[in-house]
């Protein structure tokens, strides 16, 4: 009696058991995974960087070395210097002309009195006239000189103001900011190797929440929406599991073969849909681990 009673106990413990081990679906873990790149070219001087350093976008992490950049900057400044004074003297130039009008307009008025007063002749007055009309021209094409010369010089100073903006550009770019919240993956460079525009400096990753991909057959489809709960179960000790709770945040619209590492409930489909799950990280859930997912 006792040996059928322990029998019948040990069968009652193993369904529960498979019941409690009946999945839906099984998949794992990914984040989305972001390179670092360096914005410029040289000498890392330091890149305070470690794997697993938790990161906050904005950053400073190190910087790469701007000798170079710095000397063409103050070249470009002398440079510019050097064309400004170029500049001519407008006013100085014009005072001449200036003073040669202001004698002309006074004899053009004394010429006007003395043919009124017939003490002088209408040619003298007209040649008073003409040298008043020859000033107001050259005056007027010194101008258009010194504004032509003008505009050109400025115009070069401003191609090396550009080419300085550039340079304090790429200063700014050679420092080394972290550009999201994360945890450092895999590092990829150290202080005192040469960068270059691109290369690789680090790997990171937001694993304060991390997604879990699984797929589930047609049948499943229908018991699932976005923004559903579901219960996501990983492997703890002594083959027991530990239990989070999921959100379903994107659903695929579009069917696909079965992967070769993706099990499902009905593992006879063909066709499955990837699901993903966002699970909040306690720390213990890693990129690439397995779980399984009731929904």
Excluded at 41 to 59: H, M, P, R, T
Aim: charged letters at 25%; hydrophobic letters at 40%; a positive charge.
């Amino acid at each position: 009696m006792k040996t059928i009673l322990y029998i019948t106990l040990s069968a009652l413990l193993l369904s529960c058991s498979a019941d409690k081990n009946q999945f839906d679906a099984t998949g794992t873990f990914e984040a989305v995974e972001t390179i670092s790149p360096a914005e410029a070219s040289g000498i890392i001087k330091a890149l305070n960087v470690a794997e697993g350093d938790v990161l906050k976008e904005g950053q400073v992490l190190g910087y790469i070395d701007t000798t170079q950049l710095n000397l063409k900057r103050q070249q470009l400044f002398a440079q510019i210097k050097a064309i400004k004074s170029r500049r001519p003297n407008a006013n100085a130039q014009l005072d001449v002309y200036r003073e040669q009008m202001k004698q002309a307009q006074t004899d053009q008025l004394r010429m006007e009195n003395l043919v009124k007063a017939d003490a002088a002749t209408k040619k003298q007055l007209d040649d008073a006239n003409s040298r008043v009309s020859v000033l107001k021209k050259q005056m007027n094409a010194v101008r258009a000189e010194l504004s032509i010369g003008t505009t050109s010089i400025n115009d070069e100073a401003q191609t090396l103001q550009v080419q300085v903006e550039q340079i304090a550009d790429q200063i700014s770019k050679s420092n080394i900011v972290n550009k999201t919240n994360g945890t450092v993956l895999t590092k990829y460079a150290e202080p005192g190797e040469m960068a270059t525009i691109g290369k690789p400096l680090y790997k990171i990753a937001e694993l304060t929440n991390i997604i879990l991909r699984v797929y589930i057959t047609g049948a499943q489809l229908p018991s699932v929406k976005l923004g559903q709960t579901v219960k996501v179960f990983v492997d703890a000790a002594k083959g027991d599991y530990k239990e989070y709770s999921g959100k379903l945040e994107w659903i695929s619209d579009k069917a696909e073969f079965t992967p070769k590492t993706i099990q499902t409930k009905a593992e006879r489909a063909n066709l499955v849909y990837a699901v993903k799950v966002k699970v909040k990280n306690d720390g213990y859930l890693k990129i690439g681990m397995y779980a399984e997912v009731k929904l």
